[in-house]
Structures are given as C-alpha cells and as structure tokens.
C-alpha cells in the first residue's frame, strides 16, 4: 500500500527540525545563511534544501498569527516528471516516493535535459548546476527508510505531531476526521485530488492560498495531458513522413520530365 505524510499546518510551530532531520540522514550540505525579504531559511528549495518551512504571517479574526508551512516533493500519485522523462529517470514506486533512479538505484539514465523541472506543477526538481556531473535532486521520501519499515527523518523529528506518518488512504481518513469534527479547519484536505492526488496532504486553518498553494488547479493528473498530446505522435510521425515522400517522389518527377525536355528540345539555329 502507498505511503503518505499528512501535514497539519496549525500545530506546526516553526521549529524548522525537519529542515534539520531532512539534512542530517541525506548527508546535505549546510546553505550559509543570509539576509532575504522574508523570514524563511533557506528562502527556495534547491539541489541541497529538499524541504524547508516558509513562515507566514497572516490576520485571522482580527489578529496577526503565524503559520509555518513545510513544502517539499509532493511524490504526486500520477507525477509529471516522471511522464516528461524520456530516459524513464523517475519511477513511482509501490510505497509511495517518487524517486530517481541515477542516485537511488545507480541506474545513470538522465542526460540532463530538465523537462521534469519543467513538468512538475509544483516546481520541486532543482539541478545541480555546480557540478561537472549535474543529477537533478529533490526529497526522496527518506525510501532507504521505508524500505525498511522506518519513517520519513523529518516526520520521526518533530516534536508537535504536525507531521502524521502512514498508510495514504488512513492518513486521508485521520485528515477528514480532523476537519469534520473542528469547525476552526478550513474544509478541504489540500493534496487528495490536486493534479489526480499526492502522497503528502495538508490540512489547515487558514486558507490555503493564503499561505501560498496553488488552489485554482486541475484535479487531472498533469500527465494526462502529456498523453492527450503524445497519443498523436505516431500518426503525425506517418503523416510527415508520407509527406516528405510524396515531395520527394515528385521532385524527382520533375527533375526528370525537364531532363527529358531539355535533352529532346529541337536544335535552334544559330544566326
């Protein structure tokens, strides 16, 4: 059964020892830290910050409050990446991450063409452009650690329980249940159709556009699309291909019928 991570964003307090755990077990380097126009550390995901908590401070029933948001891959159940990856460097697997093969499995397929940056809807792969040997980097759902029955690192360290570990369909359950029973969330589990559904989901009781989400996205899977496009390939394939032989068939035609004229034409007498 897949995994998921539910995210309860009230009971996050912002301690940022995800950011830590996460850092601690995949062996990433420290990013020095610097002045930004907001609160956040590290500002941006990147090849070395796989999660990060963005610190929000919003007004809710006439007060100003924070809300600490923690993003990182969403492992979709249906991931673009992996549908934009012609060298099939991502697989989806059956406990839920969304993983690489060039650094999970050693299989060195990606030639660095970046279409799952541009595939993903929620702008998580990053490029190590500071390399001679770049790979394309991102969360890893901690698999090793699934594989054996473990937690995610992030989800094992934080200490107020905003991160909730478990099968995806009783992680939804527990996620209903929470915002049916308390009227202070926002009635929506973010994650359970966004873009046909992830593995990691969000409850809230704030708004979510409010602390940055897409919300105004398509409950279809992105590579749905991609195949609405591709399922086209072949025939325009054959198509042009029909064409260029069709040209070139009559080219060589003319080619020769104006030999032919050329060679036959009456001899015209010279003055």
Same mark, same amino acid.
């Given at each position: 059964?897949?995994?998921?991570?539910?995210?309860?964003?009230?009971?996050?307090?912002?301690?940022?020892?995800?950011?830590?755990?996460?850092?601690?077990?995949?062996?990433?380097?420290?990013?020095?830290?610097?002045?930004?126009?907001?609160?956040?550390?590290?500002?941006?995901?990147?090849?070395?910050?796989? !999660?990060?908590?963005?610190?929000?401070?919003?007004?809710? /029933?006439?007060?100003?409050?924070?809300?600490?948001?923690? !993003?990182?891959?969403?492992?979709?159940? /249906?991931?673009? *990446? /992996?549908?934009?990856?012609? +060298?099939?460097?991502?697989?989806?697997?059956?406990?839920?991450?969304?993983?690489?093969?060039?650094?999970?499995?050693?299989?060195?397929?990606?030639?660095?063409?970046?279409?799952?940056?541009?595939?993903?809807?929620?702008?998580?792969?990053?490029? /190590?452009?500071?390399?001679?040997?770049?790979?394309?980097?991102?969360?890893?759902? *901690?698999?090793?650690?699934?594989?054996?029955?473990?937690?995610?690192?992030?989800?094992? +360290?934080?200490?107020?329980?905003?991160?909730?570990?478990?099968? @995806?369909?009783?992680?939804?359950?527990?996620?209903?249940?929470?915002?049916?029973?308390?009227?202070?969330?926002?009635?929506?589990?973010?994650?359970?159709?966004?873009?046909?559904?992830?593995?990691?989901?969000?409850?809230?009781?704030?708004?979510?556009?409010?602390?940055?989400?897409?919300?105004?996205?398509?409950?279809?899977?992105?590579?749905?699309?991609?195949?609405?496009?591709?399922?086209?390939?072949?025939?325009?394939?054959?198509?042009?291909?029909?064409?260029?032989?069709?040209?070139?068939?009559?080219?060589? @035609?003319?080619?020769?019928?104006?030999?032919?004229?050329?060679?036959?034409?009456?001899?015209?007498?010279?003055?």
């Amino acid at each position: 059964m897949p995994k998921g991570v539910l995210v309860d964003v009230s009971r996050c307090i912002g301690c940022r020892s995800c950011q830590v755990a996460c850092k601690s077990w995949n062996d990433l380097p420290a990013t020095p830290t610097g002045f930004n126009n907001n609160w956040d550390n590290p500002p941006d995901l990147t090849a070395t910050n796989w !999660t990060r908590v963005g610190y929000h401070l919003i007004e809710k /029933e006439g007060q100003l409050k924070w809300r600490f948001v923690k !993003t990182q891959c969403m492992h979709c159940d /249906e991931p673009a *990446c /992996e549908s934009a990856c012609f +060298t099939h460097s991502f697989v989806k697997t059956k406990e839920g991450a969304v993983i690489y093969k060039p650094t999970e499995l050693n299989q060195d397929y990606c030639v660095g063409c970046r279409y799952c940056m541009i595939a993903c809807p929620f702008s998580v792969p990053k490029f /190590e452009w500071d390399k001679a040997f770049p790979f394309v980097r991102k969360c890893r759902f *901690c698999y090793d650690r699934m594989k054996e029955g473990d937690k995610p690192a992030c989800v094992t +360290t934080c200490p107020t329980g905003a991160l909730q570990f478990g099968e @995806r369909e009783e992680i939804l359950a527990e996620a209903h249940q929470r915002i049916d029973s308390n009227p202070n969330y926002i009635k929506h589990v973010y994650g359970e159709k966004e873009y046909g559904g992830t593995s990691w989901m969000y409850i809230s009781d704030v708004p979510f556009e409010e602390l940055g989400f897409k919300t105004n996205v398509s409950e279809k899977p992105i590579p749905l699309y991609s195949w609405d496009i591709l399922k086209w390939t072949p025939w325009i394939f054959v198509g042009w291909g029909a064409i260029l032989t069709a040209l070139y068939t009559y080219n060589k @035609r003319r080619a020769e019928v104006h030999h032919e004229e050329e060679m036959y034409a009456p001899v015209q007498d010279e003055e």
